[in-house]
């Protein structure tokens, strides 16, 4: 199950008692106080960790403790700490103020570890508060109170490449070819339900991360459909990879003018992306009618078409666009996941962009 928002209330743990005792042994008269301090309550700390890359195993729980710590013992001896609560999260992990919003932690690198919420430290026992004008105290200390604060734990997924489209363009075909992701491929749109992330090996050393997310409808930015719920997954996306589906019913200039309205809609920052377009299933259609669909995709775009992706051996039937100057769009490329036509060469073109 993909869960990306939690809400939980997380408490340190309360210090021990300090004791309050007397030394008491045969032979030894008057022995005076030998109370010992109570232990220091358990911190609560988050650790990332790239095993996991969903909050469903918070799923059902709504309060996480840390242990308290124990009271102190007689001959001076001290409590034990209370043991800390580690809380596992993936990475890409925001943790938000659940009554103000305030955004407390950013947690987006491997191995992370950071003290969220610290124990309360623990009551000093009667030992310390002898001295010549009271030789017999009975007073200890109490623990002092853990924190506690209600919060809300939302995961943004971390990948080089987010895939943009409109439903049932070819996205998860895509992922499933050319990475190790196996989603769910159907004729049907919104056959992606949640989020999903594929390493896409370049060669023995090198590979980068491909996220694909639930197909973008128009008014995906004002709540309708999938969209909005999942737009957030492609916030920490290094390059955008827009799918633009050749054999669909809308006109190619038109679904990316729409793709691109809804995201600049949601965040400007995001629009201003480096990306790339795929022009999908060009299987479906001919030739002919695929290097007409680009032109008009071109020309839409104000460029023309170039060899530039010669250079990643591109099929030559097919017209396509390398900028020169690193400018968006970065290529335009045609692509079929099913005939695996200009496949490695879309993956070593993605590969080149993000290395730089």
């Not at 987006?108 to 017999?136: I, P, Y």
């Not at 004002?222 to 054999?247: N, V």
Request: with cysteine.
């Amino acid at each position: 199950m993909f869960v990306d928002s939690v809400e939980l209330k997380l408490s340190s743990g309360k210090g021990g008692q300090g004791c309050s005792s007397f030394r008491r042994e045969k032979f030894v008269n008057k022995g005076g106080p030998d109370g010992g301090d109570g232990g220091r309550g358990g911190d609560v700390w988050f650790v990332v960790d790239k095993n996991t890359d969903t909050l469903s195993h918070f799923k059902g729980k709504t309060h996480l403790k840390a242990k308290n710590g124990r009271p102190g013992m007689p001959r001076k001896c001290a409590g034990k700490t209370g043991e800390s609560l580690y809380v596992k999260v993936p990475p890409g992990t925001q943790v938000i103020d659940k009554e103000t919003g305030e955004l407390l932690l950013d947690l987006t690198e491997d191995g992370q570890k950071v003290k969220f919420l610290e124990g309360g430290k623990g009551g000093l026992g009667n030992v310390h508060f002898k001295s010549s004008t009271n030789q017999r105290p009975t007073y200890a200390q109490p623990g002092k109170p853990g924190q506690e604060r209600e919060v809300r734990l939302e995961l943004k997924l971390i990948a080089d490449v987010g895939l943009v489209g409109f439903p049932n363009v070819g996205k998860s075909t895509l992922i499933s070819t050319i990475s190790n992701a196996h989603p769910e491929v159907a004729n049907y749109e919104f056959t992606t339900l949640t989020p999903k992330l594929g390493v896409v090996a370049i060669d023995d050393y090198r590979s980068f991360v491909m996220a694909d997310i639930p197909g973008i409808i128009e008014g995906a930015s004002d709540g309708r459909g999938l969209g909005i719920e999942f737009l957030k997954h492609i916030e920490r996306t290094k390059t955008l990879l827009f799918m633009i589906d050749a054999a669909n019913y809308r006109e190619v200039s038109q679904q990316f003018e729409a793709l691109q309205n809804e995201l600049e809609r949601y965040s400007e920052e995001l629009a201003k992306r480096p990306y790339a377009i795929a022009l999908t299933r060009i299987d479906a259609i001919t030739v002919e009618e695929a290097n007409e669909k680009m032109k008009e995709l071109l020309d839409a775009l104000k460029l023309q078409p170039n060899n530039g992706l010669n250079k990643y051996s591109a099929d030559e039937n097919y017209l396509g666009y390398m900028s020169d100057e690193k400018v968006n769009p970065l290529f335009v490329m045609p692509i079929s996941s099913v005939s695996k036509v200009n496949i490695q060469p879309l993956i070593f073109a993605l590969a080149d962009i993000i290395g730089k």
